[in-house]
Nanobody, 127 residues
Framework: QVQLVESGGGLVQAGGSLRLSCAASERTFSRYAMGWFRQAPGKEREFVAAISWGGANTVYADSLKGRFTISRDNAKNTMLLQMNSLKPEDTAVYYC????????????????????WGQGTQVTVSS
């Protein structure tokens, strides 16, 4: 059973920064593309960013380009999300997830492409 554990969330003022981490329990972490999603109260879970297994390819939600950066350290089984210039509308629970092994890169923005999810970490941005 794969376990994903997010950390790094918290309360920050608008314009501030946070760095989220996702720690994976499996030794095969480096074989899978990974992604971040977020869900605000009363809204659908939405795609934030994804990174290929080796880190060479990344993709972001259009609205977040330039403010968020996804990265990974396969030696530490860890994925990161650096969030800068945060806005109140970034307030949400942030989840990391693993891409299903049979899914193509072209589908990484789709929530159904992922099989294992973390429990989420709350990010609150005050105005």
């Amino acid at each position: 059973q794969v376990q994903l554990v997010e950390s790094g969330g918290g309360l920050v003022q608008a314009g501030g920064s946070l760095r989220l981490s996702c720690a994976a329990s499996e030794r095969t972490f480096s074989r899978y593309a990974m992604g971040w999603f977020r869900q605000a109260p009363g809204k659908e879970r939405e795609f934030v960013a994804a990174i290929s297994w080796g880190g060479a390819n990344t993709v972001y939600a259009d609205s977040l380009k330039g403010r968020f950066t996804i990265s990974r350290d396969n030696a530490k089984n860890t994925m990161l999300l650096q969030m800068n210039s945060l806005k109140p509308e970034d307030t949400a629970v942030y989840y990391c997830a693993r891409v299903k092994p049979d899914k193509p890169w072209a589908q990484v923005m789709d929530v159904t492409t992922y099989d294992y999810w973390g429990q989420g970490t709350q990010v609150t941005v005050s105005s």
